[in-house]
């Protein structure tokens, strides 16, 4: 199982945290802190797995991002490099060569998609399309809801005129 | 308040704007008042219970709690955002309540209701959402509510809502796992799933129920084997799907997924077993291992391989796969290899040691994840064949390793050598490489224990010497291996002038006398030496100013140096040498014998029992009341050198028996020591002692009569003979906290009695735990009350004294609202630490314990004393009994 997801910039800064088991918010930041210390400072060369009380933490970097998956011992480390990947992708078919920035400024999509990807630490689907078809229906739902409220503040505010 | 309104209204920045105020923050104090500000802003609007900006708000609130700021006061808000009736506001909503809260929040309840609720929406979505929120965070209460809800959601239509509830009750029987079996026929339908997520869904759920019930693995097992090993057939041979496709397999999660229930429904079945082998032969060879992916479908393939019921031919293959990975180039492989290679071992080891090359070259990786695993890898490889060659590889390597992984190197070397230490010259030999190459990184029970060993090895002990004085030569900043050194130079010194018992391959090492205690003055003097290095040197060289005539002036003048140290215990100790070398030339040699075989035996057991008092591995100095931090565990072993109360050490009685009066005499503080082992002897000659041991009376008294008293069971002989413990030799000198009686005969000469006082409480006759034994005493009792103390001491600290009060409630009616109170005289102070409960349950059916501190200033002259007040109430009825306290032990 995946306890928790970790998103750092090489700054050690935090750009996506999504918890499946439970850590008080003290917890978070103490793990935060270690963790981002110990990866942040690992060579490129050396492997990508950390063993860290008790468990493991799968990290790969792409561009000045870290993303990180922390494990249970007897689970599959390779696996969920492939896991991380496939995020990555799928972020990057989304925002379109994603970066940095998009997801700075549009963490709650990174979000939503992610949620696409995992349920309780579990992978949910393979399937890039699939999830970006989910995404992209739900996106038009939520626009579909904004052009109706703007129509009718419209009407209101013609018929206030 | 409309202005209010409007002005609240007008300083709402957008999302975006906001994240940019704060990338914009040059200091953490910039982007604290930013976020300060936003916070107020967004409180205001909350207050205001505005709709219009709850969307942007909750978004706000989730950056910021992302960058560690408290925003529990926005938890409400996404409450009633998921409350809401559009798609925008539920997904905002629940995007809030997986960041914001998490499963032990008690407004988490509160959402059961609109998840209820929105499992039963129309809009698929909307399910997808409280299905998905549920899944992460869900408490087991919540669990037990909506269990029955997303049961009915496995027979949607749509296959994203069937996976969805997959996951959503893997978390579910994880936290209630008597739900597993409701869920037991439903997801056996999702094995069969043509859909991939929602099958790879199925599959997580299926795996996690036979983790929680055994109910549930064998109806697996029984109903779904073949369809499982079907199913992932159809994987390994399907054509190229782009959908699922990496790196040229379909779908690599779903094969890992599909391999890993296969193990746990063959795991301890044969049959099942068997159902599987093709197919596992089948992954083993055909997947292609030139990308991660593939890599990681024969890592999971090969740890099934293992697992499942034994077949030799798929083990080999196995084996086979992790030799190839682990001489892979890639870091990742190599250490997947490792970790299954580890619990390959317990299958089949002979198969692992053929490895045992390669795992070797992986200790010395660059990579500290392999390094670690490939030394645990190593460690659990190691048996009487093959010992040496690992050993010396390890040591060889200790000399280039990292600082870093020098101490997990060396606990590990050391305890192999250890483990494999029969054969005392290469235990002895490879301690030394070890100490000299990493002597900061060994713990000190390791070197006591070398120590323990080489006085055993007696044909072995002038080898043992010189081996140590040519590595201080060479290597001479690594502690530990100066203690050893000084220890064996003081004990064995004459072995190292004279070259006595060489052995036959051994060079001949010419040392004079002076060149001997050349390497003491210099451990002495080491600016970086600790404290028991220093120690050690002392006694060191006490020890050999008898041996050693012609150094025997320079050994004084060294001493005496010492008399001024800053550091108590090298000031006393070297006081206390002094007086030795002027005072008592008659007594000296046969104070310095060498010391006694130490029990070995004892020692490893005691070592692996644990029961070293935990002074001995607490660090130096840890408690910040010791008046004298350095005499607990680092000076064990010193005072365990000068140690001459062995029952077959030669005492003869000529030599030092007409001192022994005046050394005792000299000594009031000694006489407590004496004492406290012979509480049961009769306190009546405890209470003499003591009242005797004041400074009018000290030198007056005749001690050895006392003396003889207080042992009245030993059979008369030199007193000498008598100062020695009844207990046999060894438990002293395992336990290192004990000091020895001689420390307590000089401590007459110590010009501040204040500091043989402290010294003295480190007697061994509080041997080794805590301090002296006294009895308990029942401190007060009424027909409803009864109040027992039991007392301990710190030996450092002899007037203060920890009573442990156990109160127990003589009636049928519970008290409540108890309260102990006590008084004591001026000379002593109390501390009094919170009572373990107020309410005492009746008719002692359990009881309240306390504790107290006292301390009496007086100690020796005054007996305790204490006046107790007791409330508590009897049915909301006060109850107040008083009582004084004079039945003390003596002595506290």
Request: net charge neutral; proline share 4%; hydrophobic share 40%.
């Amino acid at each position: 199982m995946i306890h928790f997801v970790l998103l750092i910039s090489r700054q050690g800064k935090v750009r996506l945290t999504k918890w499946y088991s439970p850590y008080t918010q003290k917890e978070r930041t103490k793990v935060i802190r270690e963790l981002s210390g110990v990866i942040l400072t690992r060579g490129p060369k050396l492997c990508n797995f950390v063993e860290w009380r008790g468990y493991k933490v799968v990290y790969k970097r792409y561009a000045s991002l870290y993303f990180c998956m922390c494990i249970d011992q007897e689970d599959n480390e390779l696996e969920v490099l492939e896991i991380i990947h496939h995020f990555v992708e799928i972020l990057d078919r989304y925002f379109g060569s994603v970066c940095e920035l998009d997801l700075i400024f549009n963490f709650h999509k990174a979000y939503y998609i992610l949620d696409e990807i995992l349920i309780a630490g579990e992978l949910q689907e393979t399937s890039k399309k699939i999830v970006a078809r989910l995404i992209a229906a739900q996106d038009s739902l939520v626009e579909t809801a904004k052009e109706e409220a703007s129509s009718i503040s419209n009407i209101i505010a013609q018929a206030t005129k | 308040m409309a202005d209010l309104i409007i002005d609240a209204f007008s300083s709402q920045t957008r999302l975006r704007d906001m994240i940019r105020a704060i990338r914009g923050c040059k200091t953490a104090a910039e982007e604290r008042a930013v976020v300060r500000k936003e916070c107020a802003v967004i409180r205001a609007s909350i207050s205001e219970n505005d709709q219009d900006y709850r969307h942007r708000n909750l978004a706000k609130l989730m950056f910021i709690h992302m960058l560690g700021y408290p925003t529990h006061f926005g938890q409400m808000e996404c409450l009633k955002s998921i409350a809401s009736a559009g798609f925008p506001e539920k997904r905002i909503g629940y995007l809030g309540l997986m960041l914001l809260l998490d499963e032990r929040q008690e407004v988490l309840m509160l959402v059961t209701n609109s998840l209820k609720q929105d499992l039963n929406h129309s809009n698929p979505y909307i399910v997808g959402l409280a299905l998905c929120a549920l899944g992460n965070i869900c408490s087991a209460e919540m669990a037990r509510d909506l269990a029955p809800e997303v049961e009915r959601l496995f027979q949607s239509r749509d296959p994203n809502i069937r996976k969805k509830a997959a996951l959503c009750s893997v978390r579910i029987i994880k936290k209630v796992p008597d739900l597993a079996e409701n869920f037991m026929s439903p997801a056996a339908t999702l094995l069969k799933e043509k859909h991939h997520g929602a099958l790879i869904a199925g599959v997580q759920l299926c795996t996690d129920m036979c983790k929680v019930s055994l109910e549930a693995l064998e109806y697996f097992r029984k109903k779904c084997t073949d369809g499982l090993v079907k199913a992932l057939k159809e994987r390994v041979n399907s054509p190229y799907t782009p959908e699922y496709d990496i790196s040229g397999i379909s779908d690599p999660f779903l094969h890992i997924r599909l391999l890993r229930l296969l193990r746990i429904l063959g795991k301890g079945d044969a049959d099942a077993s068997d159902c599987m082998n093709d197919i596992l032969a089948q992954v083993a060879t055909k997947t292609e291992t030139n990308k991660n992916a593939g890599t990681a479908i024969l890592y999971e393939c090969v740890e099934t391989i293992m697992s499942i019921e034994d077949n030799s031919g798929l083990r080999v293959l196995a084996i086979n796969i992790l030799g190839r990975f682990l001489s892979n180039r890639d870091n990742n492989i190599r250490y997947v290899a490792l970790n299954m290679l580890m619990r390959a071992i317990a299958v089949d080891a002979q198969a692992v040691q053929r490895h045992r090359i390669t795992i070797l070259e992986c200790v010395k990786d660059s990579d500290a994840s392999i390094r670690k695993r490939a030394l645990e890898l190593i460690f659990l490889l190691v048996n009487e064949n093959n010992v040496k060659p690992l050993t010396k590889e390890l040591i060889d390597y200790l000399q280039v390793s990292d600082q870093e992984f020098k101490g997990d190197l060396t606990e590990k070397i050391c305890s192999i050598v250890e483990k494999f230490s029969m054969e005392k010259k290469w235990y002895i030999d490879k301690m030394l490489k070890v100490l000299s190459e990493a002597g900061n990184f060994v713990k000190d029970e390791i070197w006591h224990a070398l120590i323990v060993a080489i006085s055993n090895a007696s044909d072995l002990q002038g080898y043992t010497v010189r081996s140590l004085y040519r590595a201080l030569q060479t290597s001479s900043e690594q502690e530990s291996l100066i203690q050893v050194a000084v220890w064996c130079i003081g004990e064995y010194g004459e072995m190292l002038v004279n070259n006595v018992g060489m052995l036959e391959k051994e060079d001949p090492l010419t040392v004079t006398e002076s060149d001997a205690v050349d390497v003491l003055e210099a451990a002495i003097k080491r600016h970086t030496s600790d404290i028991t290095s220093r120690a050690l040197s002392l006694v060191a060289l006490l020890k050999l100013s008898s041996r050693f005539p012609s150094c025997s002036k320079r050994i004084s003048d060294i001493i005496i140096e010492h008399k001024g140290s800053f550091v108590l215990e090298l000031q006393q100790r070297s006081i206390e040498f002094n007086s030795i070398i002027d005072k008592h030339q008659n007594i000296r040699s046969t104070l310095l014998e060498r010391m006694p075989v130490l029990d070995e035996a004892s020692y490893n057991s005691k070592r692996k029992s644990g029961s070293l008092p935990p002074t001995a591995s607490a660090p130096t100095g840890a408690s910040p009341k010791l008046p004298n931090g350095v005499v607990k565990s680092p000076a064990a072993p010193m005072a365990d050198l000068l140690d001459l109360s062995s029952d077959d050490a030669p005492v003869p009685s000529s030599s030092g028996g007409d001192n022994l009066p005046d050394l005792l005499g000299g000594s009031l503080t000694s006489l407590p020591s004496l004492t406290g082992q012979a509480p049961s002897n009769g306190t009546d000659i405890l209470m003499e002692l003591l009242s005797i041991g004041t400074p009018a009376a000290q030198n007056d008294v005749s001690t050895s009569d006392l003396l003889s008293t207080n042992h009245n069971n030993t059979p008369s002989g030199t007193p000498l003979e008598r100062l020695s413990p009844p207990s046999p030799f060894s438990p002293q000198v395992s336990t290192p906290t004990a000091t020895t009686p001689v420390m307590d005969l000089l401590d007459g000469f110590s010009p501040t009695l204040s500091m043989s006082n402290k010294k003295s409480s480190t007697d061994p006759y509080f041997s080794g735990n805590n301090g002296p034994v006294y009895p308990s005493i029942i401190a007060f009792q009424s027909s409803s009350l009864k109040i027992e103390f039991s007392f301990s001491k710190q030996p450092e600290n002899l007037q203060s004294t920890l009573i442990n009060a156990t109160f127990t409630n003589m009636s049928s009616n519970i008290y409540t609202d108890f309260i102990f109170q006590a008084a004591v005289p001026k000379f002593i102070q109390l501390h009094l630490d919170p009572a373990s409960s107020n309410t005492l349950p009746a008719s002692g059916n359990g009881s309240i314990g306390q504790s107290l501190r006292v301390t009496n200033s007086q100690h020796g002259q005054k007996h305790l004393a204490m006046r107790i007040r007791v409330a508590y109430k009897i049915n909301n009825k006060d109850v107040l009994e008083q009582g004084q306290i004079t039945n003390f032990p003596p002595g506290l």
